[in-house]
């Protein structure tokens, strides 16, 4: 996928999929053209025991020697997948995370002393908000980042997105990174 890869910007997305009681497949695919190319994944019965998240690290460390330096590759996650411990194995070898959060995630902006809701930086549908800040009330899952927040018209919530890029380097039409 790689060698055949135009430009300098690389889109991974972690996913879990599940057959029924039967299966799941964890996976982080590279998003291309509104597809998502599987490039990494491993399957497990549905009813394991144990968590997944080692098993998406171990494949985030996996893939990072086949990805060449120099570009700008963003890990993308849904909301029930992000963990401050992807966060961290993102950035390992120079990734940048882009996690969807729970609307209710708190957040305080850079120059706020009070954490806000992040659902309530938007007032409704057709708003948006980009801004740095600090996420999460307790310690060990604290993370400084840049917040992205973006409510469509035809959507019946928010999207909550942190990353740890700078808030000129990220944009609300990364919202649209949401359709892997």
């Not at 963003?74 to 993102?90: C, I, K, N, T, Y």
Request: hydrophobic content about 50%.
């Amino acid at each position: 996928v790689v060698a055949w890869w135009q430009g300098r910007e690389l889109a991974l997305a972690v996913d879990a999929t599940t057959l029924k009681d039967r299966i799941v497949v964890l996976t982080i695919s590279v998003g291309y053209r509104g597809c998502a190319i599987p490039v990494a994944w491993q399957v497990r019965p549905a009813t394991a025991a144990g968590e997944w998240m080692p098993l998406i690290l171990d494949l985030v460390e996996r893939l990072a020697p086949a990805v060449p330096a120099g570009g700008t590759v963003l890990v993308r996650s849904d909301r029930g997948l992000w963990r401050p411990r992807l966060w961290a194995a993102a950035r390992r070898p120079g990734w940048h995370p882009l996690l969807r959060l729970q609307r209710s995630a708190t957040f305080r902006p850079a120059g706020h002393t009070r954490r806000v809701r992040a659902d309530t930086l938007v007032p409704g549908p057709n708003h948006a908000w980009v801004g740095a800040g600090v996420a999460f009330r307790a310690k060990p899952d604290r993370l400084a980042g840049t917040l992205v927040v973006v409510w469509d018209a035809g959507a019946a919530e928010p999207w909550v997105l942190l990353t740890d890029l700078p808030p000129e380097a990220v944009g609300v039409c990364w919202y649209g990174l949401r359709a892997w």
